[in-house]
């Protein structure tokens, strides 16, 4: 459930966390959504992103492809926020 660019996910022990989004993209044959966060509560600042359906349902990005992708989007991101 996304909301005030938060969300609410559920690790693998069954624990809820909420998390803020960074962004939301779509790659460039839009064959797939993306959301790039953060856990706020982790003092390392670690992104994470993971793709995601309609329905929901997320996938943790691992390919190495995708990742240097998802990399790109938030560098761009953070450039065009900082006013580069």
Same mark, same amino acid.
């Given at each position: 459930?996304?909301?005030?660019? /938060?969300?609410?996910? /559920?690790? !693998? =022990?069954?624990?809820?966390? @909420?998390? @803020?989004?960074?962004?939301?993209? *779509?790659?460039?044959?839009? /064959?797939?959504? $993306?959301?790039?966060? /953060?856990?706020?509560?982790? *003092? @390392?600042?670690?992104? $994470? =992103? $993971? &793709? $995601?359906?309609? !329905?929901? &349902?997320?996938?943790?990005?691992? !390919?190495?492809?995708?990742?240097?992708?998802?990399?790109?989007?938030?560098? =761009?991101?953070? &450039?065009? !926020?900082?006013?580069?």
């Amino acid at each position: 459930m996304i909301e005030n660019n /938060t969300m609410m996910i /559920t690790d !693998d =022990a069954g624990n809820e966390h @909420e998390v @803020e989004i960074l962004l939301t993209f *779509e790659n460039d044959d839009k /064959t797939k959504k $993306y959301v790039l966060f /953060t856990d706020p509560n982790d *003092e @390392e600042g670690n992104v $994470y =992103a $993971y &793709s $995601y359906n309609e !329905d929901g &349902s997320m996938d943790e990005v691992i !390919d190495e492809e995708e990742w240097e992708m998802c990399q790109e989007v938030l560098g =761009a991101f953070i &450039s065009e !926020d900082d006013g580069e």
